[in-house]
């Protein structure tokens, strides 16, 4: 068991340590003004050729931009749960464990949606109402990837019943998959903005899993 639960700490590193070197390659790997207002961006030749053969899509980024209600919603829910046990139990401490690890971890991944959004790598491959938004890594796939997958992993630890904990898992994945490659589709964003995006989730979501890995069963799982 320790072994196990060394060997996730290890891979979330991992996670972690690609997102950091990738970030660092998007600021000076073959970097040039080909975003609009000459902004500078990372990989132009790749992000570029990729944006030139995808093009832009207005009604992908509508789509995916209301999709991304979505992944929101799956928090909220959780968030009522845990509430609803706080009112009930009356302490703090008597909350079910995993829905503590997962309000930290939606805190966590809301700090790095909001540091990149002070910490600009690059600007989106299209104006915004005639304004430049940071675009780097992707939010929308960042939001989707780590609140679905968080969903997931959550139902499996408080419910019992398969058939609902594969209608969530497909259902999950099929939001991810869609808000992911619609959101590259749409044009909002540079091929190197989506691939932060699944790298950035890849580590927080490892670090979810690591921390629920290394908490007892939930007595309060239903069935």
């Not at 079910?96 to 805190?107: A, E, Q, R």
């Not at 915004?128 to 959550?154: K, R, V, W």
């Not at 909002?188 to 950035?200: C, E, S």
């Amino acid at each position: 068991m320790l072994q196990k639960k060394t060997g996730n700490l290890i891979v979330t590193g991992i996670w972690v340590l690609l997102f950091i070197l990738f970030t660092v390659l998007v600021q000076i790997m073959d970097v040039n003004t080909i975003g609009p207002k000459s902004s500078s961006v990372g990989f132009a030749t790749v992000n570029g050729l990729v944006h030139e053969f995808l093009g832009v899509h207005e009604l992908w980024y509508t789509i995916t931009d209301w999709l991304g209600y979505i992944p929101l919603a799956t928090a909220a829910v959780f968030a009522v749960i845990g509430l609803m046990q706080l009112i009930q139990r009356r302490s703090l401490l008597k909350v079910d464990k995993s829905i503590i690890v997962l309000g930290i971890f939606y805190m966590v991944t809301i700090i790095v949606y909001i540091l990149f959004e002070f910490y600009i790598v690059n600007y989106r491959p299209i104006l915004i109402d005639g304004y430049l938004e940071a675009s780097y890594p992707s939010s929308h796939t960042m939001l989707a990837c780590c609140f679905m997958a968080a969903a997931m992993l959550e139902c499996n630890m408080l419910v019992r019943d398969k058939k609902i904990n594969l209608i969530v898992r497909v259902v999950s994945i099929l939001i991810m998959a869609v808000i992911v490659g619609g959101r590259l589709y749409s044009g909002a964003h540079w091929f190197t903005d989506i691939v932060g995006g699944v790298l950035i989730s890849g580590a927080l979501i490892m670090g979810l899993y690591s921390a629920l890995a290394m908490l007892p069963k939930e007595r309060s799982r239903r069935s």
